[in-house]
Every structure is written in structure tokens, then in C-alpha cells.
């Protein structure tokens, strides 16, 4: 057991895996998992729970084309496999992702702990309620974003930018749906689980360095298994 008050580093903090695409060391957490099948496709592991060798992967399709063209899946998973789509890849977690936000947002509706709408979330926030979640559309309005952005702020509140309006009406009789607050913590935390790795994968397919390609990628910073050899406690 830990002490009081203090909280464990390193690997003891939870385990951590390499990136076949860029093979920088993060926590497992913080990856994408797949597997393959015995015809040799890749398929995602949106949950971590496929039996078998998996390959973890950062949310950047990056990544994803680098490990396509150095070969990585193969290398990981000690096999010919069949070729691998990067992009296609990256669509099916990100579509996943989405899904899987929308049934947590569906459960805490049923549960009572969603208020929708631009009015009823201000009036929470301006009550300062216990709100540990924002979610603003991504298509809502600049004049929205830049008013909810605000107010979450200074009410010290987290929020997120993601989904779309038409997503969001299935909380709201089917009408498009700019603004909701998520008033459990519990899922607002498996929320972020989601749509964290969803905006990373998105952004990073948009972003000018994912059009140019991986040669033309700057180094990344951060953790390698080669800069903490030896340097992190073992288990």
C-alpha cells in the first residue's frame, strides 16, 4: 500500500506500452488497442478486451500511416498479415468512439443527470451546481463555443467540444442540441474516456502534418523505452 497522500509514478502508477507507430512509451490508458484475426486483418479494440496479442497505437493517424510504412503490425504481431488502411483505421475508432459517447450520454439522460440546453446549463453554472462535464457541439455556433468556453472556465468546469448537433437530439425529443451538462461524475469521467481519444484522432487527421504525410514529421517529445532503461523502478 501507498502512503497516505501520496500517489505512486512510474510504472507502478499503472502499466505503460510503446506506440508501434512512433514508439513512444505512454500509459496503456492513453492507446489504442488492436488485434488480429487469424486471416490476418487488423481490427480495433475499442474496449481492450479481445483476447490475444494485441499492438497498442497513439489516437493519431500519424502514427498509424508510420506503422504502416515501417511494417510495424507485422513486426508486433510476429506474422504476415494482411495490408493495413491507416485512415480507414482511424474512421472505424473514431466512429466507435462516437457511438460509445452517445450510449453513456443516453444512460445518464435516462438516469437524470443530463441538462440540456444553452439556458438550463447557464443557469447551473451561474448557480455553481456540482457540473463536472460541459459538452458543446461541434457545430454549434462560434457565438455558443466562445460564451460556453467562458462560463466553464470560470466556473473551474471541464468541457469538451465534440459531436455534432443531430448526434446530440437524441437527448433532446430529436430536436439539434448545441449544449448539455453531464451531472455525474462518474460518467463524465468514462465520457472523457471517449472523447479524448476522439478529438485527438481527429484533429490529427485534419491537421496539415497528417495531408504532407509521416516523413516529414518532427520528433516527438517525450518518453522511449531506450530513454528509461533503467531508469524507472521495477515492479
Do not use: Y
Amino acid at each position: 500500500m501507498t502512503r497516505a497522500g501520496h500517489k505512486r509514478s512510474g510504472r507502478r502508477a499503472g502499466p505503460h506500452r510503446t506506440c508501434i507507430g512512433c514508439r513512444r512509451l505512454r500509459p496503456q490508458a492513453e492507446l489504442l488497442r488492436v488485434v488480429a484475426d487469424p486471416e490476418g486483418s487488423i481490427w480495433p479494440d475499442h474496449f481492450g478486451k479481445l483476447p490475444g496479442r494485441g499492438a497498442h497505437l497513439c489516437p493519431d493517424v500519424v502514427c498509424m500511416r508510420e506503422a504502416v510504412q515501417r511494417r510495424a503490425f507485422s513486426r508486433a504481431f510476429k506474422r504476415p498479415l494482411q495490408p493495413v488502411d491507416a485512415d480507414a483505421l482511424a474512421k472505424n475508432f473514431a466512429n466507435q468512439a462516437r457511438k460509445q459517447a452517445l450510449a453513456i450520454l443516453v444512460t445518464a439522460l435516462r438516469s437524470g443527470f443530463i441538462e440540456a440546453g444553452r439556458d438550463r446549463v447557464q443557469q447551473s453554472l451561474a448557480d455553481q451546481k456540482k457540473v463536472p462535464l460541459v459538452l458543446v457541439a461541434e457545430d454549434a455556433s462560434s457565438g455558443t463555443q466562445a460564451q460556453m468556453r467562458t462560463m466553464a472556465e470560470r466556473a473551474d468546469v471541464v468541457w469538451r467540444q465534440a459531436l455534432t448537433k443531430k448526434e446530440l437530439s437524441a437527448l433532446h425529443r430529436g430536436k439539434p442540441l448545441a449544449v448539455l451538462s453531464l451531472r455525474h461524475r462518474g460518467m463524465a469521467e468514462r465520457l472523457l474516456e471517449e472523447l479524448d481519444p476522439l478529438l485527438s484522432l481527429e484533429a490529427s487527421r485534419k491537421s496539415p502534418e497528417s495531408k504532407s504525410g509521416p516523413s516529414t514529421r518532427k520528433p516527438r517529445e517525450g518518453l522511449t523505452q531506450k530513454s528509461l532503461r533503467g531508469k524507472m523502478p521495477r515492479k
